[in-house]
């Protein structure tokens, strides 16, 4: 049966049963009425307006998101940060020597400033202690463990409620909107993918990350796959496009982070024809979460500032953009992706 | 309104009108009824099949399919060798020291024997020359204006008309049942993804293979993604599973290939908890296509047949199984996906 044979009064009551999404009165109820949620849903309408010039296809559709400080919190240090001091502390036992041997010792004294005072090659030491030498699955384990229980020890809040409700609302006004949304983050991929589908709603294959090199092996006759204490990618800075390039072979049409490792994503998004939209999430509510920019090691936004200045870009401004920060702060319990 | 407020009458109506997928009386109309077709059908149906112990969630549906001689033809050379062949002739008047330099002047003799016995140093320096050099945008169309005109030297056809019209049913098929289906192949990956969607309905997202080093640049002013002539990843034997779990971050469920190369894909998709399937193409049609499996150096399926044989995975036998083998013997021109 074709639709043509229906009764014509029965033809709008079909379609709107079966439209995929059905539009709620207002897609970004935590954002203030202003420029920035002005900007973003003029382009959604734009790129999503049949018929138009800058109709853009669902399948180019590609929207790609930073993740710390863009989509949850980075202060006063990133979350795999925190993952691996809480690693660091759970592994001593098995490690009597870490008890005199540096940057371990420091960690272990909660002396985090002086483990870090040894710079790139104690921070790849301990990143490389803490993530390698496990196979995949069990990675997937430790990281879904710890991400369920560990809480930030200045808001007393799992991390995985840190998470900024403004933007779960844009990624789901995006996915309704046909839009495929990815992850591109300078934290490791297999940080991530154990969590990102039940926290953002964005499943494992959409996660782009840093990784260290994995290799198969049979053992005992089963095939597993073992992380190696070697980078494989970083995928922060001029590492982004790269990313997007490798993994999706598609440029994005839209691009939002927060600081200038992702200036170069936003860059390579907004060079190509057609509609484009770049978003710099600014941190300026030092009350309601932190402040910063221009300062600083996590998350410096110093040239990406000048430059969404200079090419137009929207920057959010924390303070007043967003209603509130955190799912929490909706009444709603823990937000989860509706898809 | 929600469907409960319609008429009892109405709901098998609307139902039926907003099904994703109508399934046609036979999706495999190419494949001869027997125990291959019969175990693909089997195992759909199986995972489908809500309420039941198999059941597996469509998120979780991930089939992988290798590329060459697995979808398209890969004899007597693989298509990108032929690519690689064509551009040394197309570039060469801009090297005339090619006219002596090995193993560009046995290409340029037509003597490719002789070219390739330089080994892997050869492959590799005559891969890097045609391969690397230009940004990703400039690769993208030479790889497009070549597959669009270049014909295979036996059988007169363009390589795209040389895929299995079996394999895109089967595809297809997959697709219809809310699998996501993913290439996941040797050849490089970006000498894929500029046909992939069109030939076989498989976006270039969804498309994993082997890469060189790409870098970010800004020339003047503009950004562009350079190709290096280094080998970043090779997407073969061991390199399947580990570029799997990079790319896409779950086991399949599915594997589909047909040599050796394929084999640690098909250990590691088996390898799985709840239902999985593994399927050789098995290459017995000397007639309509080639016959090869346990000799050669392109597509040899030994130890793979061996391990096929013991495991109860599903061989393909090409010849027995398959009606036709071109989408043109079908009696429709080229065949594109419906998506």
Same mark, same amino acid.
């Given at each position: 049966m074709r639709i043509s044979t229906l009764t014509p009064r029965l033809v709008p009551l079909v379609a709107l049963l079966c439209a995929a999404a059905v539009h709620a009165a207002d897609p970004l109820p935590s954002w203030n009425d202003g420029p920035s949620k002005q900007s973003i849903v003029r382009f959604v309408e734009q790129v999503t #307006? %049949?018929?138009? #010039?800058s109709f853009v296809p669902p399948a180019e559709r590609v929207a790609t998101f930073d993740n710390d400080g863009t989509l949850w919190g980075e202060q006063p240090m990133y979350v795999q940060g925190f993952f691996i001091n809480d690693r660091i502390k759970a592994l001593a036992p098995q490690h009597p020597e870490w008890q005199t041997q540096e940057p371990f010792a420091s960690v272990l004294k909660g002396d985090l400033k002086s483990a870090l005072s040894g710079g790139a090659h104690a921070v790849v030491e301990m990143a490389m202690t803490t993530h390698a030498g496990m196979t995949t699955v069990e990675f997937d384990k430790i990281v879904t463990d710890w991400i369920t229980t560990a809480k930030h020890p200045q808001t007393g809040r799992l991390y995985t409620e840190m998470v900024y409700q403004p933007m779960l609302e844009l990624i789901n006004y995006l996915k309704d909107n046909a839009f495929k949304v990815y992850i591109v983050s300078g934290g490791g991929v297999e940080f991530m993918r154990p969590w990102t589908e039940r926290v953002y709603g964005i499943p494992p294959e959409h996660v782009i990350g840093s990784s260290i090199v994995t290799k198969f092996d049979l053992r005992d006759g089963k095939p597993v796959l073992t992380r190696l204490p %070697?980078?494989?990618?970083i995928d922060d800075g001029p590492g982004k496009p790269v990313g997007i390039q490798m993994r999706i072979g598609r440029r994005p049409i839209a691009a939002f982070g927060n600081s200038d490792g992702d200036l170069q994503m936003l860059e390579w998004t907004a060079a190509g024809a057609g509609p484009r939209f770049c978003l710099y999430v600014h941190h300026t509510d030092a009350a309601r979460e932190w402040a910063y920019d221009r300062e600083g090691s996590i998350g410096r936004l110093d040239q990406g500032l000048d430059e969404a200045k200079a090419k137009g870009w929207t920057v959010v401004d924390m303070k007043q953009d967003w209603k509130v920060i955190y799912p929490a702060q909706t009444g709603a319990s823990q937000a989860t992706s509706k898809y």
């Open positions: #307006a %049949k018929g138009s #010039a %070697k980078v494989d990618f």
